[in-house]
């Protein structure tokens, strides 16, 4: 099956600085990549969508300055939480798809991310 | 928008059945998924169904679909302690746009 990979795992970084978190489709070319994020015994919240080669599209609350989204290939896009804070401590997961319309989701291990 | 609901936990017997409930408001859902999360972990497609469906079985795993009542349903049988996990109701809308439930922790004891 198809196979999505992030990096890293787990980061723990300082308030201010900024993380890169990787997502890569490893088996397939992702047309549409998407970003969430889940708090502690909460369900997923999606932040944003992210098409090869244009703009994320965010959701509502979800400020596009501190969540940089970028899907340069068909098989990589990264999120940036740029200067981060102890409240943006939480799990991000991505999924990828194939294609637009494409109803298979294909998610990856996620990321633990811990602001001190 | 979307709103999917689901009871927050479960707790079966070893080798019983097991059934988690998901109400969702769009009608016009295309496709309805089944996911499983062990603690610290990603995401596992376990089934889905396609909305024109009432039923689908996968081995151990029964997904009913009501679409009158907005009601799918997940059975587990002969429920097994490797099954206890979060268990996630998921509801794809336009744009490949996955809406998901608050989750069923589910507990299997011996």
């Known amino acids: 099956g198809a196979v999505v990979s992030q990096h890293p795992s787990r980061v723990i970084c300082k308030s201010g600085t900024s993380v890169k978190i990787e997502c890569r489709s490893l088996?397939?070319?992702?047309?549409?990549m998407f970003w969430y994020r889940q708090f502690p015994k909460q369900s997923l919240m999606l932040m944003a969508t992210s098409n090869e080669g244009s703009k994320a599209t965010y959701e509502q609350g979800v400020e596009k300055d501190k969540f940089l989204i970028n899907h340069a290939s068909l098989t990589l896009s990264t999120l940036t939480v740029t200067s981060a804070h102890p409240e943006d401590s939480s799990f991000y997961i991505c999924?990828?798809?194939?294609?637009?319309?494409?109803?298979?989701?294909?998610f990856g291990p996620g990321t633990r991310l811990t602001v001190t | 928008g979307e709103d999917v609901e689901q009871s927050l936990f479960l707790s079966v017997r070893e080798g019983d059945s097991s059934v988690i409930n998901c109400t969702y408001t769009?009608?016009?859902?295309?496709?309805l998924y089944w996911y499983k999360q062990e603690p610290g972990a990603g995401l596992q497609l376990l089934t889905y169904i396609f909305s024109n469906m009432d039923m689908k079985q996968d081995q151990r795993l029964t997904v009913l679909l009501n679409k009158k009542d907005k009601h799918l349903s997940l059975r587990i049988a002969d429920t097994q302690t490797g099954d206890s996990a979060i268990y996630f109701c998921a509801v794809l809308g336009t744009a490949s746009k996955l809406t998901f439930g608050t989750g069923t922790r589910l507990q299997v004891t011996l």
């Open positions: 088996d397939f070319q992702a047309t549409t």
């Open positions: 769009d009608s016009s859902s295309t496709y």
């Open positions: 999924s990828a798809t194939a294609g637009v319309s494409s109803y298979e989701q294909y």
